[in-house]
């Protein structure tokens, strides 16, 4: 089932970028090879050539229908570093991070950085001609790029692991050599015997999986992780065909997953900074809303483990 | 309801200090050697986080190919007219997709569309409480099961994904009584 979604997320993706590419392609959506035909806002301050001055380029409504083949409400005043030679030919340097048409911010993504966007220029008549460089093929580059960048960004997020890691392993170990965890096992044995019928009541997995849920419930993100994947390696110590997931582990998953959430922290935090009135309205909807999933989480892991296609019996590590 | 906040927010100050107090205290009294055993213990989180580091790059990467084609514009034009007939408002369907594949995507679409619909609004509730309410299943499922190895995961991505679904409904239910 992760084989197929995995390989689904991947072919769904690169097939997408290059039709939407093949589109664009067709349509000329970014203009390419047409001139564009503005306007240097204040040319009088660009009085010294061979020097950068900041100014801003006013793009005419007509020139954006042109190019980017949609209907423009008003015309587009970009700020842009204009440097002109005495030829009156020169340089700008468009900025694009600002209020700006959303096809810039695609064409300075494609060609460069994303935040700036570079014109040749060239006075005609009455105005100044720019033109850029073509653009085509933007979201397969965006696809790569952003496989290459996320894939350095795993390594991140493992590596940053390590501390968290070492430190509440070395705590639990403490604990459990302190019979501490065995302990907290047989507290919530009549719970546990019944959602993981398969594990001993005071197997020290028992322990770890409640650390884990508990720190998912109050919120402490960083704690949990180091007890549930402990708990996942308990968990493997009982499992008999290695390689393969036991009933106890989707079980146990199925409660994280979907667990109980007392505070949601990181919503509100986000609410609270986005100008909301009452930033902790939300503690009722997720608690009520988790509680709702985690009874789900629970039943569903219980009776998919029966369906045949899932069946402990029937499945191989390959 | 805001005792009951104050109450959580306090235990969960206390909880990881008082956790540790508690734990090597206990122990020394059990003449645990308790530094030595501490890094003895901590010595296998190296070996933990290297290990998934196979898991979670090409999990990551796939999730990663799929946000940036924006296969999702897509992917919400074929299931709007059902969650149109459901009475599920459209805008939330963002949220709803990217939230089990990737955290730091759906944090943006949270953050962006109470932006554009106001945080107290019906549709601002409702994707905050989805974010709340729910986990990063594909990331959860990548670590942990690669953390020991496992390769046939069999249930766990349905019942992960079918859990994230009855979450999204019971978040739709509870916001709609709410407000």
Same mark, same amino acid.
Request: charged share 10%.
């Given at each position: 089932m992760l084989n197929h979604i995995w390989l689904a997320l991947i072919v769904i993706g690169i097939l997408t970028a290059a039709g939407r590419d093949i589109h664009e392609v067709s349509q000329n959506s970014y203009g390419n090879g047409i001139p564009w035909m503005l306007q240097i806002e204040s040319p009088q301050t660009i009085s010294v050539y061979g020097?950068? +001055? !900041?100014?801003?380029?006013? +793009?005419p409504r007509r020139q954006l229908q042109l190019h980017f083949h949609e209907t423009a409400a008003a015309d587009a005043v970009i700020p842009a570093r204009v440097n002109l030679t005495h030829a009156r030919e020169g340089v700008a340097v468009l900025d694009v991070t600002g209020d700006v048409p959303q096809q810039f911010k695609i064409m300075a993504e494609a060609l460069g950085s994303g935040e700036t966007l570079t014109a040749r220029l060239r006075h005609r008549g009455s105005g100044w001609e720019a033109e850029f460089d073509p653009v085509s093929l933007v979201y397969l580059k965006k696809v790569t790029n952003a496989a290459f960048d996320i894939a350095g960004v795993a390594v991140q997020i493992a590596i940053g692991l390590i501390g968290i890691m070492a430190l509440w392993l070395g705590v639990m170990k403490v604990a459990e050599k302190a019979g501490l965890i065995t302990s907290l096992a047989r507290i919530v044995r009549p719970i546990t015997v019944r959602l993981f019928p398969d594990v001993p009541a005071d197997h020290p997995a028992v322990g770890s999986m409640i650390?884990?849920?508990s720190a998912n419930m109050l919120g402490l993100g960083n704690a949990a992780t180091p007890f549930g994947l402990k708990a996942m390696e308990e968990l493997d110590e009982l499992n008999t065909k290695k390689g393969v997931a036991t009933d106890s582990m989707v079980t146990f998953l199925a409660l994280n997953t979907s667990c109980i959430t007392l505070i949601?922290?990181? #919503?509100?935090?986000?609410?609270?900074?986005?100008?909301?009135?009452?930033?902790?309205?939300?503690?009722?909807?997720?608690?009520?809303?988790?509680?709702t999933a985690t009874i789900f989480a629970v039943t569903i892991s219980k009776l998919l483990a029966r369906v045949k296609m899932f069946r402990w019996d029937r499945s191989e590590a390959e | 309801m805001e005792i009951f906040r104050t109450f959580v927010s306090l235990l969960s100050a206390i909880a990881i200090p008082a956790l540790i107090l508690f734990f090597l205290v206990y122990a020394a009294f059990r003449r645990v050697k308790v530094y030595e055993v501490a890094v003895e213990g901590a010595k296998e989180g190296f070996d933990i986080a290297v290990r998934i580091i196979p898991?979670?790059?090409?999990?990551?990467?796939?999730? #990663?190919?799929?946000?940036?084609?924006?296969?999702?514009?897509?992917?919400?034009?074929? +299931?709007r007219p059902l969650t149109d007939l459901v009475g599920i408002p459209a805008e939330v369907l963002p949220m709803a997709i990217m939230r089990p594949l990737s955290g730091s995507g759906s944090l943006g679409i949270m953050t962006e569309t109470m932006q554009a619909y106001g945080t107290d609004s019906f549709i601002g +509730?409702?994707?905050?409480?989805?974010?709340?309410?729910? !986990?990063?299943t594909f990331y959860v499922l990548a670590v942990y099961f690669g953390a020991v190895g496992i390769r046939n995961t069999r249930h766990a991505l349905p019942t992960g994904l079918l859990a994230d679904f009855i979450a999204f409904l019971a978040a739709v239910f509870f916001v709609g009584v709410l407000l």
């Open positions: 020097e950068a +001055v !900041e100014t801003s380029l006013r +793009v650390m884990n849920i949601p922290a990181t #919503a509100i935090a986000v609410r609270a900074a986005a100008g909301s009135s009452d930033p902790a309205i939300i503690i009722g909807t997720s608690f009520l809303a988790s509680l | 898991y979670l790059v090409l999990m990551l990467v796939s999730i #990663a190919i799929f946000r940036a084609s924006g296969a999702m514009d897509v992917f919400i034009a074929i +299931v +509730v409702l994707v905050s409480t989805l974010f709340g309410s729910t !986990e990063t």
